[in-house]
């Protein structure tokens, strides 16, 4: 994380003490009560990963700002092992197990699997932490629309993973089967696999 934190200031990223859940800098606005009571509002969902992770803001020439997020593994319960697939692109043809990340440069995919469950973990630990939802609501939605709808990945995704917690999550989902999908209702051409690796979508 430190190595990354110094290699973005070094092209000219600047660190930025906001919360994720804000896009103004509140020392712009120290005068102003109203505004500094709502931004501290709206950073309370988020200050569990605030105080995780390391957020960079990267000004261009047109005067755009573009965020960066360092968010460290432990967070995101993902972690690349030695025998990490080299495999650039990988056949979705089959319904063959796929390993947990693919590697192009020095880049690791997670496949469809792994990233959903990360995305459950996360949401696990913020329903523990507050039940403010406004960040939670946001993993949710990732969860559910662009995994469950965009990819329509089975029900049983998640029936390989033994943590007790994404197990109970994983019982949840099942009661809201019968929801219909989102290719299904728009009449979308069903995606080329399941629960395989699909680069194009990341």
């Known amino acids: ?43 309370l969902p988020f200050a569990n990963s605030d105080a ?31 025998r990490t697939s080299k495999v650039e692109f990988p056949s ?8 947990r990340f693919y590697v192009h440069g020095n880049i690791y995919y997670p496949n469809v699997v792994e990233l959903i469950r990360s995305i459950i ?6 329903r523990e932490y507050t039940n403010l939802q406004n960040w939670q609501v946001k993993l949710l939605g990732w969860a559910f629309g662009y995994f469950y709808g965009e990819l329509l990945l089975r029900d049983d995704v998640l029936d390989t993973c033994e943590d007790e917690r994404v197990e109970c999550f994983n019982k949840e989902i099942k009661k809201c089967s019968e929801i219909p999908r989102i290719r299904e209702k728009w009449g979308i051409p ?10 194009d979508f990341q």
Not at 63 to 82: D, H, M, N
Not at 93 to 98: E, R, V
Not at 121 to 126: H, K
């Open 1 to 43: 994380m430190e190595q990354a934190s110094s290699k973005l200031a070094d092209v000219g990223s600047i660190r930025q003490p906001l919360s994720f859940g804000s896009t103004i800098d509140p020392a712009t606005h120290k005068d102003d009560e109203m505004f500094q009571r709502v931004h501290a509002k709206i950073g």
């Open 52 to 82: 995780k992770t390391i957020r960079f803001h990267y000004p261009d020439d047109n005067k755009f700002v573009q965020r960066t997020i360092l968010i460290p593994c432990s967070y995101l319960r993902l972690g690349a092992s030695e």
């Open 92 to 99: 979705p043809s089959g319904p063959l197990p796929q390993p």
């Open 121 to 126: 973990m996360v949401y696990l630990e913020e």
């Open 190 to 199: 069903k995606a080329p696999t399941s629960n395989d690796f699909i680069k």
